[in-house]
Each structure stands twice: as C-alpha cells, then as structure tokens.
C-alpha cells in the first residue's frame, strides 16, 4: 500500500515511523510518504490559510494551496482523483467515525491519501470537490489532523501482511470477525497472584477447552456493557 499524507507537520509523523509494526510493513515494501502544503502553496511567503468568508474567528486553509499539494504530487487535477479511484481521505471532527470496519476496508485498498486539516478546518471545497471521504476519529476537536492521520495509518497498518511479528494478533482481537465483534476478552501473566489479587483459576488450569469458554463469555460480557470500566464517566 502507497499512504500520502497531506500536512503542514511533516515532522509530526518521525516517532510514529519508527514503531515496529509501521518499519515493519515499509520494510515489506509498503510506502508512506508526506506532502507539505506550505512547499507548493502558488501563494507568497508560504501561505496556505486565510480569514473565512462572513467573519469569525480562525484562519480556513485555502482551496488553491491543497489543490496545488495535490497537483505536486499526483500530476493532475485532484478533482479527478476519485474518478481514477483513489480515495481521497479528508480528517474532519464531523467526518465518518473510523472503526473496525472502515479500517477493514480502507487496509484492501492500494493507495490512501489523507488530508490533514489545521486552524479552523478545510475550505468546504476542499472536500466537496477532492475528497473521496471524510473520516473523524471522535467526536471531539483536536488542533490539526495530524494525530487523526496517525491513527487511521496506525489501525490500517497494522492490517497489511508483514506489519506484525505474529499476525496470529490480528486475527482475534477486539472488534474482530472472530469475536463476533465484541472488546476481546481479559489478559493476565505472572504473577499468578498480586496484592491478593488473583488471576481466575480457569485460566491456570491448563483446559484448553474451557480457557476458550471463559474466553467467549468474557467478550460477550464486555460486549454487552457488563466489563466496561468507564462506569464513572459523566
Ligand atoms: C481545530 S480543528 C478544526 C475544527 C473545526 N473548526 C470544527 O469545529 O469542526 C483543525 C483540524 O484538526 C483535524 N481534526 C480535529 N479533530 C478531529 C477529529 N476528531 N477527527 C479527525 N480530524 C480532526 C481536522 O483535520 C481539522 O481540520
């Protein structure tokens, strides 16, 4: 997979390029590359943003500077991007919200191209005219779509053959088909006890067959609201 990711943070991404599973899947032959809108802005003094039509407060980043970063890269009129099939992925707080299933089906693709917002957001035309998608990865706001472009790498990464040491991980986990998309069930190692705290028998019991039971239970369980642990939460 070829992963664009549009941005005035290039930077931002160095920790996140030197996890495993990311060395992991590039040394595997996967890409992912950055376009800063500020190097090819058409605009003076490299700028990229400017007041937003009607007043208020905040700066709107410019339709002309993302389609120049696009054009940079991709050689065309990024209008036509999502008739060639490529999908054009804008970070918005009000977008789709990414889960499983998305990331599912955004890891079949060949190549993803996110836009990573700042100040005030997108001009509209931004993501009526070039984006394919818009994707939110909670209902809350950040300052930039630097962080949401890392998770969306980060969940679809993982996905792609040769990311992670055992791939077995990715296979029964929370959310996943074989969990019937229920939160995977608890985890304990050593010490078997702890403060009196002590890991369920059933799992030191060396049977397969009910370590496996206990197992669905568990994740039915969480599924069904009775193991979550946000209780306190307003
Ligand atoms: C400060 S936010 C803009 C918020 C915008 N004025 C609004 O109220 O919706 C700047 C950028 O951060 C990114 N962003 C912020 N929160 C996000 C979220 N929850 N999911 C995805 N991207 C987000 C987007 O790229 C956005 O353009």
Not at 41 to 63: E, H, I, W
Not at 138 to 149: I, K, N, Q, T
Request: charge should be negative; aromatic fraction near 8%.
């Amino acid at each position: 997979m070829e992963i664009d990711v549009f941005t005035l943070f290039p930077g931002a991404f160095a920790w996140f390029e030197q996890q495993r599973h990311v060395r992991n899947a590039l040394a595997h032959g996967h890409r992912l590359g950055y376009v800063n809108y500020r190097d090819h802005t058409p605009l003076s003094a490299g700028q990229v943003d400017d007041t937003p039509f009607g007043g208020g407060a905040g700066m709107v980043l410019r339709v002309d500077a993302v389609e120049a970063a696009l054009r940079a890269r991709y050689g065309c009129d990024p209008a036509s991007l999502a008739g060639a099939g490529r999908r054009v992925i804008a970070l918005t707080p009000g977008g789709r919200l990414l889960d499983e299933g998305i990331a599912d089906s955004l890891a079949t693709e060949r190549a993803l191209t996110l836009l990573c917002g700042r100040y005030e957001g997108f001009d509209q035309r931004v993501l009526d005219h070039f984006a394919t998608d818009q994707l939110s990865i909670g209902r809350y706001v950040l300052a930039g779509g630097e962080l949401a472009a890392m998770v969306v790498c980060d969940t679809v990464i993982r996905k792609l053959p040769g990311a992670l040491g055992r791939a077995e991980s990715a296979i029964e986990e929370s959310f996943s088909r074989a969990l019937g998309g229920a939160p995977e069930y608890p985890h304990y190692t050593r010490p078997a006890e702890y403060r009196g705290w002590r890991v369920p028998d059933v799992l030191l019991s060396g049977h397969h067959a009910r370590i496996r039971e206990w197992r669905l239970d568990e994740s039915r369980r969480r599924d069904s609201g009775a193991g979550a642990a946000d209780g306190s939460l307003p």
